[in-house]
């Protein structure tokens, strides 16, 4: 194995061309309704958000839309569900989930991409395996572009983060967009003060 | 300025008219315009099939006969780019190489033809002219748009320019492409003239008489009253056999 | 072995099927119009692509030490990094891995580099269950096909016969092809795949030097469903998969989906950096080939590809012949720069599949010339590769008759004349392709040189 590291190594040294400079990152600052864009966004990729109410609506929706049987995952504090994650040392305990209520970190409205690192959501499973995903995020984290992303997120700072930008979907089916491939069937989010 | 006509082989040889066109919309811009008698070809179709060797030979012909002028004006764009890229080096004393198009828009700054064509044409964006001179800007590229051809095209009185719905998608031509990959060729070739055809168009025009050979050749083929003529053509007043209107 | 059968061949055949070829054509330009469209709405779009190409640049001419940066700063992070000069390397890293753990149900996201590599078959050779579990390629394994596109694997398939394929492997409704109701069915039976697997195999989008992370990107969220439950992760890279900073990935991530589907960001855009807590990670980095090409001078920057397929869309070739006529595990415009330089014989006709009109290298997000790259790799293929005297000869002929002027005359005025004499049946034959479905041009009264000798030329 160090032998196959070391030939690539002396292949890429021997072959390799002149030095060429690496460029400076671009900065192209972001001037539209940040709300009103991260809306639009989502909306492309298949999620939805929602503006100007508190926590307590994240409860109604919760019991409007799950029956009481259904397993519930709040992460987010005030909002209360039924599945305590405290004592689930492994995400296949997660496999039912029906819902899971989790807190953005940063959210990119050039493309509804929200950060969620891993200490916002215990287990990395966690986005994926629920079967409905709602996303609670402040409206003063959000951001224009991907650039102002990287500018402002550490993403070497957790083990794992992602960038979740709405539910899961393929349209490997003759080009039919159908959301709901192997992770949430849906992603609300809701934009808070 | 002292210009010197470049014409295509297959002009020279099947579309005379094209070159008769050509030299006399330069005439009459004014142009001191002369056509060298031995040139021959600009060597792309062996360049392009991979002998790039057995084109030097056009290539130091094609020097030889352009070396005394300012201007090489030519009515192709791929013979203009090939010239350009494989011909010339860019050096001190080399003639300055144009496609007609952006020759008349660029250089001599035509603001207005006296041509009349009241025909619903369709312009066929050829390829190397469209994205190796920049005649135009691409469907896929961002930016500001433009388009030379057009812009000529729009000084010609009663004249109606239809959009396509590929607004360039390459006719499949391509050279030695055309005979060697036949099937894919004639399906590209077929696409552009239904895309033409759908939107009403009588004649199909362009910057390159090798598109419109290879598109003329399935027009005929299949019978259609569609023609194709080169822009040349067009802006000096020339008109189309069209025989039912 | 049985030859490969040539670009024009397989075209030919693809086209046969009027209706198919157009429904194919038709959705994939539908796509590079969605890019078009996306696109569109970034004013800074050009800067972009340029600011991508030089950062790709550079990582060419830095590659060995940025390789030796990522390393040692994902050893620090945990990450067992482990080298590969080959496919069979490879492969056997994983099998070794697989043999360690002793696990035989893996699941595996889209890796168009374990294509490349072999690797199912090798593995299944080997009695395990390799489960692809993006849905393309999930639909691919059952059908017995490769993918035709590295990004829309199952793209040349129609929902019937995708309901076909799913009757017979997931028991779904005979003649059932409602597209929601087929991925419900492909839910379920990934979902139990996904619990059960105990090893994730993913590629690797982007690999970050500075920080030793990398990142996938899916919109099906599959690669993350098989490495959050599995105990293993093995990420496969390319070598030349690496950005050197994290905020690079500001460039690229607004430019990869946009430019493969128009869609502005792919739903997950995974970034690894640790293992999960007494789990394992590896990574393994694969030159297979990568090496030689950095050396070739016209062609290293094929290696900047970050695997968008937007040549691949925009294409009017392979939109119309589709990926399987390139009978490479990379096809279209990028595949046909790609693979010459790793078996010239077998992919000789890949660069001459093409009109050279340039598109692709228009909308490549990385700006690779890959319509001069088809033009240099035809000047290789004439010298080096398998001959074709016949076409050779016509072309020797052609470049002497075209630099000599009297010669050119002589032969042009045969030519007319022997066209205006010949009978139709003498011209239009099996010789004469173009004459299958084109008229030649008719033949003129006189050549431009006798028009201006009579009406110019004192």
Known sequence: MNSSKDAIITAIKKNKPDLLPLPEHPEFPYENNLIEQFQASIKLNGGAARTGEGKMAIQSYLKENFAPDKQVLSLVEGITGNFEIKNVPDPHELEHIEVAVLEGDWGVVENAAIWLPEEKIVHRALPFIAQHLIVLLKIDRLLGNMHEAYQKINVAGPGYGVFVAGPSKTADIEQSLIIGAHGPRSMVVFLME | MKVGLFIPCYVELFYPQVAVASLELLESAGVDVDYPLKQTCCGQPMANAGYQNYGEGAAALFRKNFSEFDYVVCPSGSCTLHAKDHIYSGEEGEPKIYELCEFLTDVLKIKELKADFPFKVGIHASCHGLRGLHLAKPSELMGPDFNKPKQLLEMVSGIELVELTRKDECCGFGGTFAVFEEAVSVSMGKDRIKDHEEHGVQVITGADMSCLMHLEGILRRDKSAVKVMHIAEILNGHLPEIQNQ | MKATPTHAAAA???????????????????????????????????????????????????????????????????????????????????????????????????????????????LEDKGYDVVDTDLGERIIQFNNQVPSHIVMPAIHLKKKEIGEIFHKHLGTYEGADDPAYLTEAARQHLRQKFIQARVAIT??????????????????????????????????????????????????????????????ITNYTSH?????????????????????????????????????????????????????????????????????????????????????????????????????????WRQVITKEGPSQP????????????????????????????????????????????????????????????????????Q
């Open chain 3, 203 to 264: 590629g690797v989008n982007f690999g970050i030097a500075e920080t030793g992370g990398f990142v996938v990107c899916t919109n099906e969220g599959n690669a993350d469903m098989g490495t959050h439950l599995a105990d293993v992760h093995i990420a496969c890279m390319g070598i030349e998969k690496l950005v050197p900073r994290a905020a690079d990935l500001g460039v690229f991530l607004r430019l990869l989906a946009r430019s493969a589907t128009g869609q502005s």
């Open chain 3, 12 to 122: 030919e055949n693809f086209l046969k099927d009027e209706e198919r070829s157009h429904w194919h054509d038709d959705t994939l330009w539908h796509v590079r119009s969605k890019r078009d469209t996306s696109a569109q709405k970034i004013p800074e779009w050009e800067q972009l692509r340029t600011n991508a190409s030089q950062v790709k640049d550079h990582v060419l001419s830095n590659m060995d030490q940025l390789l030796l940066q990522f390393e040692k700063n994902a050893t620090e992070n945990g990450i067992e990094v482990l080298w590969a000069k080959d496919a069979e390397e490879h492969n056997q890293h994983i099998l070794r891995i697989l043999e360690e753990y002793q696990v035989k149900n893996l699941v595996k996201s889209k890796s168009i580099l374990t294509e490349e590599c072999g690797l199912n078959h090798f």
């Open chain 3, 390 to 457: 016949s076409k050779k000869w016509a072309m020797r002929f052609g470049g002497n008759v075209m630099s000599k002027p009297k010669l050119f005359d002589l032969m042009g005025n045969l030519a007319r004349k022997s066209l205006s004499i010949s009978p139709r049946g003498f011209v239009y034959n099996s010789f004469n392709a173009w004459g299958k479905h084109r008229e030649l041009p008719e033949v003129p009264k006189e050549s431009f040189k006798e028009w201006y000798r009579k009406n110019r030329k």
């Open chain 3, 272 to 376: 690894f950096h640790r293992p999960r807590k007494g789990k394992k990670l590896y990574l393994i980095l694969v030159d297979n080939g990568r090496t030689d090409q950095l050396g070739r001078e016209d062609f290293r920057n094929s290696l900047k590809c970050i695997r968008c397929g937007a040549c691949m869309n925009t294409c009017p070739i392979y939109r119309r012949s589709s990926g399987f006529s390139y009978n490479s595990t990379v096809p279209g415009p990028i595949g046909s720069i790609l693979s010459p330089g790793m078996d010239l014989k077998k992919h000789s006709t890949l660069p001459f599949a093409s009109t050279l009109c340039g598109s692709c290298t228009d909308v490549c997000p990385v700006k690779i010339n890959i319509h001069e790259q088809l033009y240099k």
